[in-house]
């Protein structure tokens, strides 16, 4: 870019509230100001096309862009990161003004730039087809400040689709997999399918656990001993075992209901029915002996680069009394025929016993199952300690251990415990080598992973589990249920820990970029 051109360009670039000032000043002076708003990750054709229409509508023509932070189109975007899509916007000869928003929608930016006229492309003019619903947000902040909206009508072209097509961003076995996929199924048919996961009542049952990260700097070895040192600097704490996956279930299900176990007296349960999402309906029984489960891992943290040093394990030494455990199997008994599904999410930390796995092996409606493998039980939480399931979701080691098997094909492993536990679909997640579906009629589907980079892989297969129940309650396919699943799942590891629910809004915006 010639330098003149680049001065030209960086002076466009302003600050929300320094342009907002600036706007207010040509809007005195009768100047017309329209805005647009978008991530703008690719400009292409269609976005120049939809610039010159929009600044033929008045006289200034400011843009509004989305932070990287806020980008909710799921791993490996934005392509380009914010201050270089500023830069690209800023020198357009349509452009005057161009603005980093402070928020995820375009609500904030509206309100303090009050354009006459703010200008969207012809896809958004049917507000039922905006998976987000925030279009209709938009419209009404725009005239709020009195403004209106104005539709362009020209080409459009897809950032996403051009990105996923002749950008290299996705590993070739995603992109061979999405293929296929999109021969069976459109992303209009599979929202349609995540909208009808609605309908769904569902029954939570397991462990409750309070996940704390300890964010740590390291100081080097002690001065008298052998041992490494670290500074503690911050910590976040984060909803863990059946809590968070009660959360990712209420996104999506109708009614959540979240059978769990608590200490006494436990600190943590303010923080706990803060976050609990306001759809998931608790039903909290008493640790008489024990503290709530506290997992406490101290982390190295660079950036986004998370290094675990170590972790620690409190609260829950001892098992459910008697009478919780009277309580809890009378509930089942009484109730798990009024749900669609019934996901039991046995983490092996003294929730579950004899009577508990019994009554939910008894459950006579759709019965969804993982139990799994961590420091606190290694070895003893197998998925054999159950009768039966309709859906089984473990990681690979858990089903080898589960049958005692250390080298055996899956595929091998995956029919015998099909057989064992009558079970009618099993998936296997095997991180970065994605997750193999079976079910008992025979098929026999792979899908690879589709996180292009980590953050941190706690929670991942609780997201998968989630989705991917959901789905097989409803009777969806393996490949559909185990799609969805690992679109949670890629989504999961972006954040450190349980940071967050999947959201379901930011899961349809995920396929529809995945499938464009």
């Given amino acids: 870019m010639p330098k003149s051109l680049e001065v030209s360009a960086s002076k466009k670039i302003r600050l929300l509230q320094d342009v907002a000032e600036v706007l207010e000043k040509e809007r005195r002076k009768g100047l017309k100001i329209v805005q647009c708003h978008g991530v703008f990750d690719l400009l292409h054709p269609g976005h120049i096309r939809h610039f010159r229409e929009a600044k033929a509508q008045g006289d200034k023509l400011v843009v509004s862009v989305t932070p990287d932070r806020f980008v909710n189109k799921g791993p490996g975007r934005p392509a380009f990161n914010e201050q270089l899509r500023l830069e690209s916007l800023a020198a357009l000869a349509d452009v005057d003004y161009v603005v980093l928003n402070d928020s995820p929608d375009a609500i904030s930016a509206i309100q303090k730039i009050r354009p006459n006229l703010y200008v969207k492309g012809k896809e958004y003019a049917d507000h039922a087809a905006d998976v987000t619903g925030k279009i209709s947000q938009e419209v009404n902040a725009v005239e709020s400040a ?14 996403s689709s051009l ?10 076995e995603v992109v061979e997999f999405l293929g296929e996929f999109k021969k069976k199924h459109s992303s209009d048919e599979i929202l349609e399918k995540i909208e ?8 939570v049952i397991g462990d409750a656990i309070i996940d704390e990260y300890q964010y740590t700097e390291p100081m080097g070895q002690s001065g008298k001993g052998l041992h490494m040192v670290a500074r503690c600097l911050d910590k976040e704490v984060f909803l863990g075992g ?10 999506f299900a109708k009614e959540v209901t979240l059978v769990t176990a608590l200490g006494r007296d436990c600190p943590y349960l303010s923080f706990i029915t803060h976050h609990l999402d306001p759809r998931v309906q608790p039903r909290f029984t008493s640790l008489e002996d024990s503290t709530t489960l506290v997992k406490k891992r101290y982390v190295l943290k660079d950036g986004k680069n998370l290094t675990k040093l170590f972790e620690t394990y409190s609260g829950q030494e001892e098992p459910l009394h008697p009478k919780q455990t009277l309580e809890i199997v009378e509930f089942l008994k009484q109730s798990a025929a009024g749900y669609d599904l019934v996901l039991a999410c046995d983490f092996g930390n003294g929730f579950t016993n004899q009577p508990i796995i019994e009554a939910i092996s008894d459950v006579p409606t759709f ?42 094909s899956l595929d091998g492993l995956a029919v015998d415990v099909c057989q064992l ?6 998936s296997i997640t095997r991180g970065v080598n994605g997750v193999q579906c079976y079910s008992s ?20 297969g609780d997201s998968f589990l989630s989705l991917s129940s959901l789905a097989m309650a409803k009777g969806y396919p393996s490949m559909m249920s185990g799609f969805l699943g690992s679109l949670a799942a890629a989504m999961s590891v972006q954040v450190v820990g349980n940071q967050e629910a999947v959201k379901k809004a930011q899961l349809c915006k995920f396929l529809i970029r995945m499938l464009k």
């Fill in 146 to 159: 009195g403004g209106r909206v104005y539709y362009t009508d020209d080409v459009v072209f897809s950032s």
């Fill in 163 to 172: 990105l996923n097509k002749y950008f290299d961003s996705m590993p070739k």
């Fill in 196 to 203: 009808l996961l609605s309908d769904l009542k569902v029954l």
């Fill in 242 to 251: 059946s809590l968070i996956i009660a959360n990712h279930l209420a996104q």
């Fill in 367 to 408: 019965l969804a199952l993982n139990t799994q493998m961590n420091s606190g039980n290694r070895g003893f939480n197998v998925v054999t300690n159950y009768r039966r399931a309709d859906y089984i979701s473990l990681n690979e080691p858990e089903l080898r251990l589960s049958m005692h098997d250390k080298t055996s």
């Fill in 421 to 426: 536990l009558n079970v009618s679909h099993l």
């Fill in 441 to 460: 009629s025979g098929d026999r589907v792979r899908i690879p992973a589709f996180a292009t980079n980590t953050v941190d892989r706690i929670g991942a």
